[in-house]
Each structure stands twice: as structure tokens, then as C-alpha cells.
């Protein structure tokens, strides 16, 4: 996959991790600090560290729905790149 930003050109693996989020939506060029707490969403973020820190993120449809499948997540999203992880010990 190919994107083009600021007049750079990324070459990206396919598929990337997508990390749904909650009641937030990550616009190009936003520094955000995301907490993560759900597995699924600890292993899209453990699995992007391991390659090259690129993942996507899209907003879910429902904040409740613990676990989202396909559907409950919003078809547009935005390929960010991590710039510092913080562990915590919880």
C-alpha cells in the first residue's frame, strides 16, 4: 500500500492493524494520546511495534460494544504512526 503525506510517499505493509477507538476520532496530522486496554486492541498495537509502528484507527458506531466486530466500526479511518508507547503496570 502506498500513501502519500507531506509530500513524502510511505510503502506500507497490507493489511495494517486497525485499533477501534471510543468516543474519538484521530484527524491527520493530530498528536493524541490513546489509552488501550482491550486485548484485541493491546495485541493491533503489540503487533505494529513488532513492524514499523503504522496502524489504522476508526472510530467505533456504538462506545458500549466491548468487543466490535466489522460492523460496528466506521468504514473510514486514519493511518497513524505510534511515537511513544507507555506501558503500565495495569
Given amino acids: 500500500m502506498e500513501i502519500k503525506y507531506q509530500d513524502k510517499v510511505y510503502q506500507l505493509e497490507d493489511p495494517l492493524p486497525l485499533l477501534p477507538l471510543r468516543d474519538v476520532v484521530v484527524f491527520p496530522s493530530m498528536i493524541h494520546p490513546l489509552l488501550v486496554g482491550r486485548p484485541s ?3 493491533a ?3 505494529s511495534m513488532l513492524r514499523d509502528r503504522i496502524l489504522i484507527v ?3 458506531k456504538d462506545k458500549d460494544i466491548d468487543e466490535p466486530e466489522a460492523q460496528d466500526i466506521h468504514r ?3 493511518v497513524v504512526q505510534i511515537t511513544q508507547l507507555l506501558r503500565l503496570p495495569d
Fill in 76 to 78: 473510514m479511518g486514519t
Fill in 45 to 47: 498495537v503489540e503487533e
Fill in 58 to 60: 476508526s472510530t467505533q
Fill in 41 to 43: 486492541s493491546v495485541s
